[in-house]
């Protein structure tokens, strides 16, 4: 089925209006099994946008599909508030053996809500409860989320303007190479930190994405994150990493920092933490940082054990050894190969490429030339979008599961759709 605007449909008529990736891909999806879906008419589509970060393994994975089923088919517990339960004890337990001590982290696991701006969220709080400061300093061209919080620490103004109120107590300062490294990393962040006039209040914490991907895939270096960790410790700031997309194995090892040998106060984890695209998010800090009262931070789904059963069995399946890392790794490489092959021969209208691990981004200096090439790819059977302030990047976010066939044959596809964009 085909949604049109002439069409009366359900979706025109009861849906709101705010509804936004149905007008891209003006489909009726009813089918999706790893690295495709179907619509209900029998197109099938690759799909390189992965639920935006959600479906790191991509739909349906058969080991968890199969975990999930056997703990509803036992009536395993599903709504547990904080409660304990089995599954979130197991979930607990893999996730401290197979990702925390492996990479020296001791860091507590809280279960805020389930969604990636309620991590984030709860990291603001802490940090401003622990430091007893209000100001949060973020980066150009941040996402965080879209509660009131996390917007105003995002830098997208037209995501900034839903609010409808002053988004207060967040900073801005430029993301590594914003000023196309004609000024030294940090110098004015630091400047500003020093001089008791500058008008800055000292922050409780700096909050960051390795990999901005909303923001146009913009990819830090590990030298300006090493720089970032070690400002924030000379100047008794808490530093948060928003893993929420890039984390989950998307830039290579599970967390997306370990490249530059950080090691964050403060780590919020959501999308593809459960593995199977259910609503799961975490928040994990230092234990010293623990400083919380009972039921100060709650909330009513926070304790999605549906989403802890195929959380523990994308880690047992995926994260046992390091063959997960080593492959995406080997993916990217493959698509950075490609994207190099379609930017030399489009390097006349600007074209250029950026990314780590299976995120990376297409740009145009034409900032309409992105938009066209996604619609042209859906044409052909392929799901991508958008990112950046002016949607001027194609954003590509294959399954990590993807297998060298399916990355080519999508890559393909993305360059013919560049070619007919020309």
């Not at 990702?99 to 389930?114: E, I, N």
């Not at 789904?301 to 492959?327: C, H, I, M």
């Not at 490609?338 to 950026?354: F, M, N, P, T």
């Amino acid at each position: 089925m085909t949604i049109t605007e002439a069409e009366t449909s359900v979706f025109d008529t009861l849906e709101s209006q705010v509804r936004s990736y149905c007008r891209g891909w003006p489909r009726v999806f009813e089918y999706a099994h790893g690295c495709r879906l179907r619509d209900e008419d029998g197109h099938v589509y690759l799909d390189f946008f992965a639920g935006a970060g959600a479906l790191n393994y991509g739909h349906n994975p058969p080991v968890l599909k199969r975990a999930l089923l056997d703990y509803l088919e036992r009536d395993g517990i599903t709504h547990g508030l904080d409660m304990s339960t089995t599954a979130k004890r197991d979930f607990l337990e893999t996730f401290r053996d197979l990702v925390l001590r492996p990479r020296g982290l001791d860091h507590k696991v809280m279960f805020p809500g389930p969604t990636g701006t309620n991590a984030v969220e709860a990291a603001l709080k802490l940090a401003r409860k622990i430091k007893r400061r209000e100001t949060v300093v973020s980066f150009t061209n941040a996402f965080h989320g879209m509660s009131l919080g996390a917007l105003a620490v995002t830098g997208n103004a037209f995501k900034r303007a839903g609010a409808g109120v002053p988004l207060v107590h967040g900073t801005p300062m430029p993301f590594d190479r914003y000023l196309d490294g004609k000024v030294e990393d940090f110098l004015w962040f630091e400047r500003l930190l020093e001089d008791r006039g500058s008008g800055l209040n000292r922050p409780a914490a700096v909050i960051v994405e390795t990999v901005q991907g909303e923001g146009g895939i913009n990819v830090a270096r590990a030298e300006w994150l090493r720089a970032l960790a070690d400002l924030c410790r000379r100047w008794d700031m808490l530093l948060i990493v928003d893993d929420i997309q890039m984390g989950c194995g998307r830039t290579g090892g599970f967390f997306s920092f370990e490249e530059a040998g950080i090691v964050p106060d403060i780590i919020t984890v959501s999308k593809s933490i459960s593995g199977y695209g259910l609503p799961m998010a975490l928040t994990l800090f230092r234990p010293e940082l623990d400083v919380w009262e009972p039921g100060e931070h709650n909330g009513t789904f926070r304790g999605n054990n549906p989403a802890f059963v195929t959380a523990t069995a994308a880690l047992d399946t995926y994260w046992a050894d390091s063959g997960t890392e080593k492959q995406t790794l080997a993916r990217g490489e493959q698509v950075e190969a490609a994207l190099d092959e379609i930017a030399r021969e489009h390097r006349r209208s600007g074209a250029g490429y950026r990314g780590r691990g299976l995120a990376w981004g297409l740009t145009f200096t034409d900032a309409g030339r992105a938009a066209r090439v996604c619609a042209r790819a859906f044409e052909l059977g392929l799901l991508v979008e958008t990112s950046g302030p002016e949607s001027e990047v194609v954003k590509l976010l294959p399954p990590l599961t993807a297998t060298p066939d399916e990355l080519d044959e999508g890559l393909r596809t993305l360059a013919r759709a560049v070619d007919e964009t020309g």
